[in-house]
Every structure is written in C-alpha cells, then in structure tokens.
C-alpha cells in the first residue's frame, strides 16, 4: 500500500452560489464519502483549507498574499488517502463529491518518504 495526496481544486463559485441549507446537505455528502473511505481504511487524513493565505518566495524576501491562482485552480482542501497503486487511488477519487460541481478536478499525487522507500 501507498499514500497518495488528493488536491482538490475549483468548486468554489459553484459552492457559494447554494443556499445555506444546499450547502449543508453537500457538506453531509462529504462526510458520508469520506466516513466510507475512512471504514475501508482508505482515509488517513484531510480537511479543507481556508481561503486566505500566503506566499512567501526567496526566503521571506517577498511575501504574497492569496489566493494563489484563478478561482478553478485554487486548492480548496486535501485528503491523505492509502491505496494499492495509482491505480485505485484514481479509481477512488471519481467518487469525490467535489465533481458534483463543473469545473472542479482532483489532482492525484503519490506520496514518497524522504528515505527513498
């Protein structure tokens, strides 16, 4: 088994559009997927991330504010996820509840420890 890196990106505008109570029911959908990956063990680790931050380029001699890209590639949050191959991590990842919104898209990214292993 490996981990791999779920980015998930865009969704946003589409999101926001929702009435509170659209939004609520989509939160649910996520927690129902990933409560179902974290049952077959699949889910390690994951959380959206906030919509400010910061940029900081050669060693703190400029610092940038976000976001960091146009509004479909802004990285929104993340999943740790623990898969056979890149194989079934991508198999795994067309269930994501960010596809139910157009225009967003999950970048898929093996995992490597520092050791080379």
């Not at 505008?13 to 929702?18: D, K, M, P, S, V």
């Not at 939160?27 to 179902?36: K, L, P, R, S």
């Not at 990285?75 to 596809?99: N, R, T």
Request: aromatic fraction near 8%.
């Amino acid at each position: 088994m490996s981990n791999f890196l779920y980015l998930f990106r865009g969704g946003d505008e589409n999101f926001n559009q929702l009435s509170q109570e659209e939004k609520q029911a989509h939160m649910q959908v996520w927690g129902e997927w990933m409560g179902g990956l974290k049952e077959k063990g699949h889910l390690l680790d994951g959380l959206p991330l906030g919509a400010d931050g910061r940029v900081v380029h050669n060693r703190g001699e400029l610092v940038t504010n976000g976001p960091f890209a146009e509004g479909a590639e802004v990285v929104g949050g993340y999943l740790i996820v623990s898969a056979k191959d890149m194989d079934e991590a991508v198999e795994i990842s067309k269930g994501c509840p960010i596809f139910d919104y157009e225009g967003s898209n999950v970048e898929v990214r093996e995992i490597h420890s520092m050791d080379g292993h």
